[in-house]
């Protein structure tokens, strides 16, 4: 991964660079107008946050049953980019909210189950910073659970209530509007690569956290 | 001889019932707490003329269950460590899933208790007609009293060793179980419309008869790893 990370990092600022301008360029979509250009990275971060909620489950299941402690600090790592995501997203979407239904927060569906789902990688990280020691294991079961409840949640929300854009407007932008779903998948791909640069510089640290930990203990022996 | 898993449940579920039986101390603490979570909510949803607002009967239920349930949850465990017992329960030549299951099936039967008089004070209180579709009703209850159970009792066992179980609980433990309330509200809610959406609540059923397999499955197979120190 060290060998790889440089060239990641050139790439993902390309990338961020490039999508801007493509941004800029793309049609604008007849109803929407302006603000819908927010959607090319307001999808792109629930991309990356799907992502990071899968890593922290599998990360979690690993730490659990194994005691590997780089799974840990990737369970971890991924709890954070979740919210930081997450976060992201809700921004994004309460300012599009704001034009395309006239108010800031609505209680729709993906709205809400954006933010349960922060809610709950919160709840590991509180549980990481206030457990005590041995809260590793605590938070990988938070870990788990969340990242299973989530597609509960889903589809609970789903069924709770809808106004925001179906998901069929994802299926059918491809045949219909094909440059901007080549950009959409330009932009996801980003987000993704971002969350995997993110990850690895925070695995990192946590490592280095560790091993002065034990020199520290070291010492003091 | 091993005693078998069914064996070693109901013996956790016997000694858990035969202190509650001794004592009745937490099935009377919950029910008031819950008593009070209803007085508290008919002060915001009843309005001017005595009329409660339209469809509140659903929600104030499924909040005072999912808050006098946390109670529970807390009791039970503080109790076994308050004794040291737990460590003693876990050292038992006996599989964990089976304690586990035990320790659910207890708390399952306590917020049961809870919910036999909870349910009838909210229909009466807030001239809700709970009782049109009753084993409907009572489906969702049970299946939703064991999704949160199953959660909660393997939260709750895990942060017995901590000192701030008492917050952590319920901060861990509502968000995850967020799909068991919204399945629960809707889905009474459901069979409070006249005439009753008997679609619409078998729905909801669904969703929570299929979080509770997914959670108690989990739960079985990650509470031997979260109780070993």
Redesign the interface.
């Known amino acids: 991964m060290k060998k790889l990370f440089v060239p990641l990092v050139v790439v993902v600022a390309a990338m961020f660079v490039a999508a801007p301008i493509a941004i800029a360029e793309a049609d604008y979509e007849s109803t929407m107008l302006l603000v819908q250009k927010i959607f090319y990275f307001h999808f792109a971060t629930w991309m990356a946050m799907t992502v990071a909620i899968a890593v922290c489950g599998i990360a979690s299941v690993i730490y659990?049953?194994k005691g590997s402690k780089i799974s840990d600090w990737c369970a971890v790592a991924s709890a954070e980019l979740v919210v930081v995501f997450g976060v992201f997203g809700l921004f994004s979407g309460s300012l599009w909210g704001r034009k395309a239904w006239g108010v800031w927060w609505q209680w729709d569906a993906r709205v809400t189950m954006a933010t349960?789902l922060v809610?709950?990688f919160l709840?590991y990280l509180?549980?990481r910073k206030?457990?005590?020691p041995?809260?590793e294991?605590?938070a990988a079961?938070?870990g788990?659970?969340?990242a299973?409840?989530s597609p509960?949640?889903y589809?609970?929300?789903d069924?709770?209530r809808t106004i925001h854009p179906q998901t069929t407007v994802m299926r059918t932008l491809g045949e219909k509007w094909p440059g901007a779903w080549l950009l959409v998948l330009f932009c996801s791909a980003a987000f993704v690569l971002l969350t995997v640069l993110l990850l690895t510089a925070r695995v990192r640290l946590e490592a280095m956290r560790s091993r002065l930990d034990e020199m520290y203990l070291a010492l003091e022996d | 001889m091993r005693p078998g898993f069914v064996e070693v449940a109901l013996l956790v579920l016997k000694k858990d019932l035969a202190i509650e039986f001794k004592s009745r101390e937490i099935v009377y603490t919950t029910l008031f707490f819950a008593v009070a979570c209803v007085m508290i909510f008919s002060f915001a949803f009843v309005m001017e003329e005595g009329v409660p607002v339209q469809g509140a009967a659903a929600g104030i239920l499924w909040i005072a269950v999912a808050f006098s349930g946390t109670l529970a949850l807390g009791r039970t465990f503080e109790r076994e460590r308050y004794g040291e017992t737990l460590r003693a329960l876990l050292l038992a030549p006996a599989s964990r899933p089976a304690i586990y299951a035990g320790k659910l099936l207890g708390m399952i039967l306590l917020m049961a208790a809870t919910e036999v008089i909870l349910t009838p004070m909210v229909a009466f209180f807030f001239h809700a007609p709970f009782f049109a579709r009753p084993l409907l009703l009572a489906a969702l209850l049970g299946l939703g009293t064991i999704g949160f159970a199953s959660?909660g009792t393997?939260?709750a066992a895990?942060?017995v060793?901590?000192?701030?179980r008492d917050?952590?609980l319920p901060?861990?433990l509502y968000?995850?179980?967020?799909?068991v309330i919204?399945?629960g509200v809707?889905g009474t809610a459901a069979l409070l419309q006249s005439p009753p959406e008997e679609p619409v609540a078998t729905?909801?059923i669904g969703?929570l008869t299929?979080?509770d397999v997914?959670?108690v499955t989990?739960a079985l197979w990650?509470f031997e790893?979260?109780m070993t120190?």
């Open positions: 659990l049953f349960m809610l709950i709840g509180m549980v206030y457990g005590g041995g809260s294991k605590l079961a938070m788990i659970f969340g299973a409840t509960f949640v589809k609970s929300v069924w709770w | 959660v393997l939260f895990m942060l060793r901590t000192r701030t917050v952590l901060i861990l968000p995850v179980t967020i799909p919204i399945a809707r729905l909801w969703l299929a979080f997914v959670f989990l990650t790893p979260l120190e």
